[in-house]
């Protein structure tokens, strides 16, 4: 099984529903991060949790929205969906650069597109 | 502002010939410096890492990136590639704020 999981993997959906995308993992990390690709941005930050009570925003959250319900549970919503929200995202965890590892572990990705 | 900037969009090498993807930041501290590579389908897997010490750091799948602060790049290079290695990499700045800033990729494809 894979160590951050992502659900689900493809969507397909209409202009103005809402989606949740949700993210788990079992390595047991602190932080979590929700990034979205696009081609030619590369990956860019949306929102990023280091416990359970702390939230925050990254670079481009605006239509957005996050929920961590545990340690394991980081889950991405979007609450009226639009076009140009169609993208591969990404959740990611990690120890934090402070432990001096750095390194993010990323899930699988969730392609959604909005029609 | 804190930045990355991966120049070459896409780079074509034919298989067994050498490979140089480079990367250069823009970072107010002192960064950490990552290395990622996406195969088609996944996700991203880290490279290699550079945070102090020795500027030549070694990875994985035979790669290794040299940190140079007085151009501010930390550049990707294999001696010889492999037609596995056609992925898409990335290049990511970190520091004190525990956020990873990524470049914007460069894709690479291997001719047989």
């Known amino acids: 099984d894979a160590d951050v999981t992502q659900t689900p993997r493809n969507r397909i959906t209409k202009t103005g529903k809402r989606i949740m995308l949700e993210c788990s993992q079992t390595?047991?990390?602190?932080?979590m991060y929700w990034y979205r690709q696009d081609p030619g941005l590369g990956l860019r930050l949306i929102y990023y949790?280091?416990?359970?009570?702390?939230?925050n925003k990254g670079e481009i959250s605006d239509g957005y929205s996050v929920s961590r319900q545990a340690q394991a549970k980081f889950s991405l919503s979007l609450e009226s969906a639009i076009p140009n929200q169609t993208a591969l995202y990404f959740c990611a965890t990690g120890t934090g650069l402070a432990g001096n590892t750095g390194e993010l572990f990323f899930g699988e990705g969730s392609r959604l597109t909005v029609l | 502002a804190q930045s990355v900037t991966q120049p070459d969009i896409h780079i074509t090498v034919s298989e067994g010939a050498s490979l140089e993807l480079r990367c250069n930041y823009s970072y107010g501290a002192t960064p950490y410096l990552f290395w990622y590579v996406q195969s088609p389908g996944q996700g991203l897997q880290l490279l290699l890492k550079?945070?102090?010490?020795?500027?030549l750091v070694q990875g994985i799948k035979g790669f290794e990136a040299e940190f140079k602060r007085s151009q501010s790049s930390f550049n990707l290079r294999k001696p010889s590639v492999h037609w596995s290695d056609a992925a898409e990499y990335f290049c990511a700045v970190g520091g004190n704020t525990d956020k990873l800033i990524f470049g914007t990729g460069t894709r690479l494809q291997v001719f047989p």
């Open positions: 949790s280091f416990d359970v009570k702390d939230i």
């Open positions: 550079y945070f102090s010490g020795d500027t």
């Open positions: 390595k047991g990390h602190d932080r």
